[in-house]
């Protein structure tokens, strides 16, 4: 009995919605239990910034708050401390789980714009916090000198905190053309170095942000984008996600001939944040995810051992935009995430459908009672805002 795979991952979102430390933790005992062993938390986005760094006290007084979520009109915030994602840290280790932060560059920043407009091409200091979901235009200007002393002190502490030799960097739904693409700064710099287009910037851009974290020991993941593929963004060696819906079985082939590491998170399996039963509240977009569509996966997609063996996990990520509580959370990640967790750990000849949903049948009180969540509040529409 040993794992498939070495990877076996699940993301959480408290960017989105703050989730407390001690909510974390209950999170966590779950995914030990499930053998998970890698917990990546997404700390920064539109929505809100959640780790503190010294020298920057506007993270905590406008990038960690917002007026409302997705036009509820309550206000929210949430800042972690240090000493509190230390001991998040020592609690995963504890039990066998690697954490490992992700900090989203260039894109997905308008709280970060909101605080120090001046690290963007275009400042505006009237910019607020994203009170929804979209993709933005606020994308980190490469050529301020601020911006990199902000990203050197953010991955000081970054090295303080997480022992881990790995940071995501996000890199994902970053629209270039709308942004450096108009920037005059980066006008000047493309002609000055003689480059083609955007795509070339942002190359240098994330091996720049990659060399800073080399410094501290640290290596890059990204979520891979099959445009900035094409581009030669990514360099051998990286670990990557594939997670845009329909695009694995394609990926896994590219990624294999360009010398990447993949980790599959693919959204049709993965995305434990979309609705898992149909008429379940889906936002007016989300694809219903059922547990059965969740189960089906093998990371491999098929492909023989020759064409996937740069796989090396799988991942469910869990969104937090309409995830509130950990009521929330766990609702909606349980008991998709217990498929996630074979299909990281048991080969395709191991696992039989109608075998997992047997099991299941004893998992589901387990789940209920160790976390004593109240499953019929949750269920029907789960009223995301209470």
């Not at 700390?43 to 959640?50: E, K, V, Y």
Request: proline residues 8%; aromatic residues 12%.
């Amino acid at each position: 009995d040993e794992p498939r795979y070495p990877w076996r991952g699940l993301m959480v979102d408290p960017a989105r919605h703050f989730i407390p430390v001690k909510d974390l933790e209950k999170f966590v005992d779950l995914m030990a239990y499930y053998k998970f062993n890698k917990l990546q938390i997404h700390l920064t986005d539109d929505q809100g910034w959640r780790l503190p760094v010294p020298g920057y006290p506007k993270l905590k007084s406008i990038s960690s708050k917002r007026k409302e979520s997705m036009r509820n009109g309550t206000p929210h915030e949430g800042m972690y401390t240090k000493q509190e994602l230390k001991d998040l840290v020592e609690y995963c280790a504890a039990r066998g789980i690697e954490v490992i932060p992700e900090i989203d560059v260039p894109g997905h920043n308008q709280a970060l714009a909101a605080a120090y407009p001046e690290f963007f091409c275009f400042p505006n200091p009237d910019t607020k916090v994203k009170t929804d979901e979209g993709v933005t235009l606020h994308l980190i200007c490469p050529h301020k000198p601020e911006v990199w002393e902000f990203y050197a002190a953010v991955f000081k502490e970054l090295k303080d905190i997480f022992p881990s030799g790995i940071v995501h960097l996000g890199g994902d739904e970053a629209p270039l053309e709308k942004t450096w693409a108009q920037c005059p700064l980066s006008i000047r710099y493309r002609e000055q170095k003689g480059m083609k287009d955007v795509h070339e910037e942002l190359k240098e851009f994330i091996k720049k942000m990659s060399s800073m974290l080399a410094v501290h020991g640290k290596r890059i993941q990204l979520w891979y984008e099959k445009p900035w593929a094409k581009a030669n963004i990514y360099s051998k060696g990286d670990a990557v996600f594939t997670w845009r819906m329909g695009q694995t079985p394609s990926t896994i082939t590219e990624t294999k001939k360009q010398g990447l590491s993949l980790i599959i998170a693919a959204g049709e399996h993965c995305y434990l944040d979309y609705p898992q039963i149909p008429g379940q509240n889906n936002r007016g977009w989300m694809p219903t995810t059922t547990l059965e569509q969740s189960y089906k996966l093998d990371p491999a997609f098929g492909k023989p051992e020759k064409e996937a063996n740069h796989i090396i996990g799988v991942q469910g990520t869990v969104w937090g935009e309409h995830l509130p509580a950990l009521d929330h959370i766990l609702y909606r990640t349980y008991p998709r995430a217990c498929a996630i967790a074979e299909a990281g750990w048991s080969p395709m000849n191991a696992r039989s459908w109608e075998n997992f949903r047997r099991k299941l049948a004893d998992h589901r009180q387990f789940i209920l009672k160790r976390f004593n969540y109240d499953m019929e509040r949750t269920k029907e529409n789960e009223p995301p805002f209470k």
